[in-house]
């Protein structure tokens, strides 16, 4: 079984930051990779970065240039920096985990952009 726990959501000020940190625990798989997305009320959840096992990313359009995936393999941990946030940056922010192509979920964490 695999457990993921967010943490880092908060409310900023548009152009502000904020680091989401997602620890992963139980049968992790060096080859598993790990991303974040988001649900922005009223709209389907959508793909916001994700990394590899071999580091590689990718990012949707919408935050390409501002936010920025990494991971610490030996904590089982990946983080989202996120910079000059906006509005429309608003939403609940969840950690998945793949691996043998089973998705594990958080359970999210609200991020609030004021303007």
Do not use: H
């Not at 959501?9 to 988001?38: D, E, H, K, N």
């Not at 920096?81 to 906006?86: C, E, I, V, Y």
Request: net charge positive; charged share 15%.
């Amino acid at each position: 079984q695999v457990q993921l726990v967010e943490s880092g959501g908060g409310l900023v000020q548009a152009g502000g930051s904020l680091r989401l940190s997602c620890a992963a625990s139980g049968s992790i798989f060096s080859s598993s990779s790990m991303g974040w997305y988001r649900q922005g009320s009223g709209k389907p959840r959508e793909l916001v970065a994700r990394i590899r096992s071999g580091g590689s990313t990718n990012y949707a359009d919408s935050v390409k240039g501002r936010f920025t995936i990494s991971r610490d393999n030996a904590k089982n941990t990946v983080y989202l920096q996120m910079n000059s946030l906006k509005p429309e940056d608003t939403a609940v922010y969840y950690c998945n985990l793949r691996q043998w192509q089973k998705d594990y979920w958080g359970q999210g964490t609200q991020v609030t952009i004021s303007s």
